[in-house]
């Protein structure tokens, strides 16, 4: 089974802190996306990457960047924290561009910034 | 753009009984469609999906889901529910994005709870 693992499934932040949420996929998966969760808004698309170094913003990419710099890794960087920012952050990963391909989602990191 | 409405926020449901949850979309081509599940806790799990052929689709855990093109509709079915089913459900509509990934854009969910 494909495993998405995400470095923390709970995070507390201060306003202003620099902000890593990493997430690691096992499966030699191409694509993998950053999404958060809020109530009654559903998932949102904040980043997502095709390939090593490769990126492209989301629906919803202000106040946030990202980095792959290996196939397995993408960390999800919050540059300076702020209380909107508080969310349930999802990753998820899959094999292909197809849109008919199901992503794998890792357990999600809660980030509290206070 | 596309989009995707889930009328029910709050569902609740005695176990045994029969359930659906409602999806529709607005796409302007054939959809790829999505159901997921989020337990407690957990990250989302696939259920089922739909992009071709028979429009009734299995899924895991039981699950059944039929595309009406005619209605832009997705919904999710199960004969008879368990306990184990509360939790919250997400439709979603997968495209392609400028050939590089798919995307997919959620529904807000909706909330089963199952009252024994």
């Known amino acids: 089974d494909v495993k998405v693992t995400q470095s923390s499934r709970y995070l507390v932040k201060r306003t202003g802190e620099k902000v890593f949420l990493e997430c690691v996929q096992d499966?030699?998966?191409?694509?993998m996306f950053w999404y958060r969760q809020d109530p009654g808004l559903g998932l949102r698309l904040i980043y997502f990457?095709?390939?090593?170094?490769?990126?492209e913003k989301g629906d919803i990419p202000e106040g946030y960047s990202v980095s792959r710099e290996k196939k397995e890794r993408f960390s999800l960087i919050l540059e300076s924290a702020s209380t909107n920012q508080t969310s349930m952050y999802l990753c998820a990963s899959s094999l292909t561009p197809a849109p008919g391909q199901g992503k794998f989602f890792g357990p999600g990191t809660r980030l509290t910034v206070l | 753009a596309q989009s995707v409405t889930q009328p029910d926020i709050h569902i609740t449901v005695s176990e045994g009984a029969s359930l659906e949850l409602r999806c529709n979309y607005s796409?302007?081509?054939?959809?790829?469609l999505f159901w997921y599940v989020q337990s407690p806790g957990q990250g989302l799990q696939l259920l089922l999906k739909?992009?071709?052929?028979?429009?009734l689709v299995q899924g895991i855990k039981g699950f059944e889901a039929e595309f009406k093109r005619s209605q832009s509709s997705f919904n999710l079915r199960k004969p008879s529910v368990h306990w184990s089913d509360a939790a919250e459900y997400f439709c979603?509509?997968?495209?392609?994005?400028?050939?590089?990934?798919?995307?997919?854009?959620f529904g807000t969910g909706t909330r089963l709870q199952v009252t024994l």
């Open positions: 796409y302007g081509a054939t959809p790829y």
């Open positions: 990457s095709y390939d090593v170094k490769m990126k």
């Open positions: 979603a509509v997968g495209i392609i994005n400028t050939g590089t990934a798919s995307k997919l854009t």
């Open positions: 499966m030699d998966h191409e694509n």
């Open positions: 739909y992009f071709s052929g028979d429009t």
